[in-house]
């Protein structure tokens, strides 16, 4: 199986955090944001966008950098630095969302979400979102890093064993290490067994 990065299907705060791997900055330009936004995985989570320029960029990359200790700080039930909270406050309500009726023959009546906003605004609000649903959610203490030595992803286990973001990448890297210490004398990489 090949796995390749980035890795999606977690819960979206999750998958944005993961844009950021041990490689590098999988979001810092435009190209890199649109392709993470074209993963099959966000379809229907985020509000399509047109073009990807700059300031979708810039507004990626705030919420993101808010994220990241505002989750460290929730996991280990403790108060998301005020900057955090001001960054992800300012994303929601630069673009309130409301629930717009229709009828469809299809569907019948519908109830979307509606963000009269620029599309940067309108991504870091839902970006935002997400996040606030992870941090307030009951399953914030149960977030996760990977624990292979040489990666940063968070995943949401849904086994209370699962200890790898990728089980067949991170997992079989550390069992490998693991084998060649035991067989060839080497040392292996600080995993616990």
């Given amino acids: 199986m090949t796995v390749t990065f980035p890795l999606t299907g977690e819960p979206l705060a999750l998958d944005l955090l993961n844009t950021r791997t041990a490689e590098g900055d999988l979001v810092a330009d435009p ?22 320029g700059a300031a979708e960029v810039a507004a990626v990359l705030a919420v993101r950098e808010a994220a990241r200790p505002a989750l460290a700080a929730a996991r ?3 108060r998301p630095p005020a900057e955090a909270l001001r960054v992800l406050n300012g994303a929601l309500s630069a673009a309130p969302s409301h629930r717009v009726l229709d009828w ?8 979307a979400a509606h963000r009269p906003a620029d599309p940067a605004r309108r991504l870091a609000a839902e970006l ?27 995943f949401l286990p849904a086994h209370p064993r699962r200890r790898w973001c990728v089980a ?5 890297r550390a069992r490998v290490a693991r084998y060649y210490a035991r067989h060839k004398g080497g040392l292996a990489p600080q995993e616990t067994a």
Avoid: I, Y
């Fill in 104 to 111: 469809t023959r299809e569907g019948g009546l519908t109830a």
């Fill in 31 to 52: 190209a890199g944001l649109a392709a993470w936004l074209a993963e099959p995985a966000q379809a229907g989570r985020l509000t399509p966008l047109g073009a990807v």
């Fill in 76 to 78: 280990s039930g403790e």
């Fill in 168 to 172: 067949s990448v991170c997992g079989n």
């Fill in 128 to 154: 935002a979102e997400a996040v606030a649903e992870l941090l307030a959610g009951p399953r914030v203490g149960e977030v996760r890093e990977c624990e292979a030595h040489d990666c940063v992803l968070l």
